[in-house]
């Protein structure tokens, strides 16, 4: 059983930082894809960070201001949020596309973590 599990989430105030963390735990093959998505209340979920095929993507909202990276020994993805602002306030969630034994993708979601950024 795969599980992510995100950690990191709290309030802070605008133009603070924040450091999220995923675990990605359970029997896997390869990590396709791994990343963060954001969904804040009455809108849907967006694409905030995600790594793929050694490159990285970012949503233009967050460019400049969130890193995402890997940590590869340890199963684990980071996203690092500087400069907050009041519009990033969302639940986050890791997401990650990963293959199984037999080499079939699966996609996994965590249970999201709160970001709360205060003006």
């Known amino acids: 059983q795969v599980q992510l599990v995100e950690s990191g989430g709290d309030l802070v105030q605008a133009g603070g930082s924040l450091r999220l963390s995923c675990a990605a735990s359970g029997t896997f093959g390869a990590i396709i894809k791994i990343g963060w998505y954001r969904q804040a209340p009455g809108k849907e979920r967006e694409t905030v960070a995600f790594?793929?095929?050694?490159?990285?993507n970012y949503a233009d909202s967050v460019k400049g201001r969130f890193t995402i990276s890997r940590d590869n020994t340890k199963n684990m993805v980071y996203l690092q949020m500087n400069s907050l602002k009041p519009e990033d306030t969302a639940a986050y969630y890791c997401?990650?596309?990963?293959?199984?034994?037999?080499?079939?993708?699966?996609?996994?979601w965590g249970q999201g973590t709160q970001v709360t950024v205060s003006s």
């Open positions: 997401n990650a596309v990963l293959t199984d034994r037999l080499g079939l993708s699966r996609t996994y």
């Open positions: 790594l793929i095929s050694g490159g990285t």
